[in-house]
């Protein structure tokens, strides 16, 4: 915009913007914060230094190709297999694979708040050209197995992101959750067994953490 000064202009990462919404306006001691997030698409875990008032990254780690639209396909893996059985290949009809794909997202979502999720899907047989109905009862037990590879892999980084920083799991303050997908219960879960105490997702808003804090 023109009529911002440029020098007053300066850049500030996601995790430090994030971790910004950690209120510790009465906190003066040294505090390292683990800011994990996890989003649709990308996984970032960093470790930020706190202060006297000043933050900086300690050390990052991550997967730029981790995130919820694994947890979406790995879903929509489940009921291509099954589809297969009846001869049908989702992954040759665009149409019917980007209507099961919203399916599987809505899924997962739900089974944030619910034990179970009836998933109905309706596709188009190739050959007969007749609509199908398919439906699958999805558990958030079945769900969780099918996303503790990709969870556990992001465990897998904060224990890089520790080792490089030569910190030990008690060493870390406070873990901020950041991203839309930290909201699935496995994901609170596995931390929680992973530092060996309860992880608090309400520190700071984790779908506006990065823009309050940059704010």
Do not use: W
């Not at 780690?61 to 694994?70: I, P, T």
């Amino acid at each position: 915009a023109s009529g911002l000064n440029r020098d007053s202009i300066f850049l500030i990462n996601e995790p430090t913007a994030a971790s910004i919404c950690y209120d510790l306006p009465s906190i003066d001691k040294l505090q390292h914060v683990l800011v994990y997030d996890l989003g649709g698409g990308t996984f970032d875990c960093c470790i930020v230094v706190i202060e006297n008032g000043k933050y900086s990254v300690l050390t990052s780690d991550g997967h730029s190709h981790l995130g919820g639209a694994d947890f979406d396909n790995a879903i929509v893996k489940v009921v291509a297999d099954e589809l297969k059985e009846d001869n049908i290949d989702i992954y040759d009809n665009k149409k019917d694979l980007s209507k099961l794909k919203d399916l599987a997202e809505r899924a997962k979502i739900d089974l944030s708040d619910s034990l179970a999720h009836n998933m109905v899907f309706k596709i188009t047989d190739p050959v007969t050209k007749s609509i199908k109905e398919y439906s699958h009862q999805f558990t958030r037990a079945e769900f969780e197995s099918l996303i503790k590879t990709h969870i556990d892999r992001t465990i897998e980084y904060i224990q890089r992101a520790l080792d490089k920083a030569v910190l030990q799991i008690g060493n870390i303050n406070q873990v901020i959750l950041v991203g839309g997908s930290t909201r699935i219960p496995y994901v609170q879960t596995r931390l929680s067994e992973f530092f060996g105490r309860p992880i608090d997702p309400t520190i700071v808003n984790l779908d506006e953490a990065v823009a309050e804090g940059a704010a």
